[in-house]
C-alpha cells in the first residue's frame, strides 16, 4: 500500500497516510488512460454548428404558383432547398451526439492509474487541513509557498464544506479547484500537482468504494 507525506501547515512536523490501493497503486495501462480521456471530451463535446432544413427556416408555406398552366416548374414551398433562402439539405445540426461508449469500472481503473502515476512522482500532495487558511488570495498564497507545487499548475481538490477555499484561490492563474464528488481523468492530466488535505482524501476513498 502506498504511503504519502502529510504537510502540516505553519510548522515543521510531518507525518505519512496510508492511499487506498485501489486507487493509488494500481498497474498503469496506457491504452485505457486515452480512452477514458476520449470518453470524456467526447462526452462533454457540444455541437455548435447548425443549418437550419425546410422545416426551419422562414417562409411562407404558401404555393409560389399553380401548379399548372404557367408554363413553369412545379413548385410547392419557398423554403425548398433548390430556392435561395431554402433550407440547407444535409447541413450540420446542433441535435448530433457524440458520446462514445466505456463502461464506468474501466473508467474508474482509469483514473486509479493516473492518480497512481502522479503518486509515484511526487505529484500528489496531501495536507492536513485548509481550516486555518485565510479568506484572501494572499493567504492563498501563503499557503502554497511551503509546498512543493508553488508556481506549478495545480489542481486542488476540496470537500463541499470548502467552498470558501475555492473562492480563496479562483484569482490564482495557476491553480484550479474541482470538488472532491467532480474528480476527473482530464483535469488530473491537465495540471502537474494534485493537492488535498486529509478530510478531502477520506471522502474521495468513501465515493469511490
Sequence with gaps: MAKVTVFHLNSDQKSSVELDKNFFDVKINKALIHEAVVYQQAKNRVAIAHTKDRGEVAGSGKKPWNQKGTGRARHGSRRSPIWVGGGITFGPTNERNFAVRMNKASRRQALGMVLTDKVSQNLFII???????????????????????????????????QAAIAKTMRNLPLIKTIPVQAINIVDLLSKEFVVMDTATLQAFTHLHK
Design 127 to 161: 495536507i492536513d487541513s485548509f481550516e486555518h487558511m485565510g479568506s484572501k488570495t494572499k493567504d492563498a498564497v501563503k499557503t502554497l509557498e511551503q509546498l512543493p507545487c508553488f508556481g506549478k499548475k495545480t489542481l486542488v481538490v476540496l470537500d463541499s464544506s
